[in-house]
């Protein structure tokens, strides 16, 4: 789909179209961001989302190979685990040692005390080394096999079914097109941080000046829906890598290294930034010859908004991306540092080193195809046989005449840069946040029932009330867990009082 990031105009934004959703897909990264996230969840009206809150339903999702204690779970049934030293790329190792040698503390656990450091990543890895998507590990075959769960995948959810206030289904298009009715005495909606707002606004319950301009009927005003979209805004720097600094094992996780550091900007908490330390920029034979650092705002503050302009529409994604001014001046920073990393005596060896971003262009690289095999082919010999000439050869047809050194002595070309390149990292979230009874904006109660209509619940992303300082699929597993658990824990008290609806979802 089509997403505005910063200032420019629309570029791609990839999201997962399959059971499962973005676990089924995305790069394994597991970990859950800093206690004052939650802690903030709760001061901004989430009753019961507190770091105490959330920690235990953090532990009984995982089994940490390498780590216990009070922060890591042991019997949960995702497996994380962090790459063997063997394992460990030749650059990843290096880039650490000179962050180490640059005052970043080499340290062990990601996903133990909230320090600053460098970490070898924590990865959501089974025993056997495969994906644990929540389509395979929550829907085991015992799961699948119980007599009232019923799968319908290839199906496209069009809108709900109210009557007056209260949800009782929803119109759901087959493979054919052909529409069929569900009813439901409970919807759950965990459609991601893009759809399940579009969801309600088709259905008439968001901002209603917002759904009448769309030319739908407002049910009921919710001024939130679609508001408050959280991203973690990106840009990255690579560099050259020489033979003895590419990847040994083509299997192993590309993502090997995480860099946390704060950016002492006033006000804002610790362990603010993020880099990604990338053995390889890609999976093919350009992505091998490229280490990079992947940065990202990890506290960032920009908000946009999801909107529908028309019922039959895909949803309009404007993140708004560096519109908090202090998201843009620390990825600015992050640059500088990553700069200073990556030209340091210590990796002499590599470079050049170059800027560069997650951009449309970056991905036709990746796409399948013989012809685009051939000019990856072309590329990576002219890349390995340029000696002096690889400077000019990365900056006339990677970064199209942008170098480095240009952007650290011009503020104002740095600037320009990282607002023209800015990216995300896939982890949209915030546009039915949870709040308190009294706040307008918010789209669920803490949990997570859609303010003002009954029979409807959210669990996924866009419930969140601020984006955590994580990849977001452990802290969007865990709201799932809690609010189904909220959910079947109001079940068995109606059904002991005997106040149970006669239909079941
Ligand atoms: C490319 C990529 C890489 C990522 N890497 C990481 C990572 O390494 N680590 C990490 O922690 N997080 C990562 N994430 C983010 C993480 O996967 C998401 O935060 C998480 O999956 C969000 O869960 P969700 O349930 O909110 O939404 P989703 O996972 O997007 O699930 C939504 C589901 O709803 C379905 N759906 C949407 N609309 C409809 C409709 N109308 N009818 C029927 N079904 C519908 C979708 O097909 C999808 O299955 C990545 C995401 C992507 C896309």
């Not at 289904?169 to 459609?191: F, K, Y």
Request: charged share 20%; with cysteine.
């Amino acid at each position: 789909m089509q997403a505005r990031y910063g200032e420019g105009p629309p570029r791609r934004y990839e999201q997962a179209r399959i059971l499962g959703g973005g676990s089924a897909i995305n790069a394994l990264l597991s970990n859950r961001g800093s206690p004052a996230d939650y802690d903030e969840w709760a001061a901004l009206g989430a009753a019961g989302w507190a770091w105490d809150d959330v920690l235990p339903w953090f532990r009984r999702i995982e089994t940490d190979r390498d780590f216990d204690g009070p922060l890591h779970g042991k019997d949960g049934p995702l497996k994380i685990r962090r790459p063997d030293a063997a394992a460990l790329s030749p650059f990843v190792a290096r880039v650490r040692e000179v962050l180490a040698g640059q005052g970043h503390p080499v340290r062990a656990d990601q996903n133990g005390e909230w320090l600053d450091g460098t970490f070898p990543s924590a990865v959501g890895q089974s025993d056997a080394g495969t994906r644990q998507p929540t389509s395979l590990t929550w829907l085991t075959a015992a799961v699948r096999a119980r007599p009232n769960l019923r799968i319908l995948t290839g199906h496209q959810a069009m809108r709900l079914i109210l009557d007056g206030r209260r949800v009782t289904g929803a119109d759901i298009a087959g493979p054919s097109g052909a529409v069929q009715r569900i009813a439901a005495a409970r919807t759950v909606l965990s459609m991601g941080a893009i759809h399940s707002p579009a969801m309600l606004l088709r259905s008439g319950i968001g901002p209603a000046g917002g759904l009448r301009a769309a030319g739908i009927a407002p049910v009921h005003d919710l001024p939130g829906v679609g508001a408050n979209l959280m991203e973690h805004p990106s840009i990255a720097i690579g560099a050259y890598l020489p033979p003895a600094l590419r990847v040994r094992d083509e299997d192993e996780h590309h993502e090997q290294g995480v860099w946390r550091w704060s950016s002492g900007l006033p006000g804002i908490p610790a362990g603010d930034m993020h880099g990604s330390i990338l053995s390889r920029s890609g999976w093919h034979s350009v992505g091998r010859r490229i280490g990079s650092i992947f940065f990202w705002v990890n506290k960032s503050y920009s908000r946009g908004r999801v909107t529908l302009t028309h019922p039959n529409d895909a949803p309009r994604i404007d993140f708004a991306m560096l519109s908090d001014r202090r998201d843009l001046d620390r990825l600015k920073q992050a640059l500088r540092m990553g700069a200073a990393a990556l030209t340091d005596p210590r990796l002499s060896d590599c470079g050049p080193v170059f800027p560069t971003s997650y951009t449309p262009r970056v991905a036709r690289v990746a796409a399948p195809g013989r012809w685009n095999a051939i000019q990856r082919g072309t590329l990576s010999a002219a890349l390995d046989a340029a000696g002096p000439l690889r400077a000019a050869l990365i900056h006339g047809l990677v970064t199209q005449g942008v170098t480095l050194r240009a952007l650290l002595a011009d503020d104002a070309a740095l600037e320009a840069f990282v607002q023209a390149n800015v990216g995300g990292t896939w982890h949209a979230s915030g546009t039915c946040r949870m709040g308190a009874g009294g706040d307008l904006w918010a789209g669920t109660g803490p949990d997570g029932a859609v303010r003002g209509v009954t029979g409807l619940s959210i669990a996924d992303a866009s419930v969140m009330p601020s984006i955590p300082c994580a990849n977001t699929n452990l802290p969007t597993i865990m709201v799932a867990e809690r609010i189904a658990a909220m959910i079947a824990s109001a079940l068995r008290q109606a059904e002991g009082s005997g106040d149970m609806p006669s239909e079941r979802c």
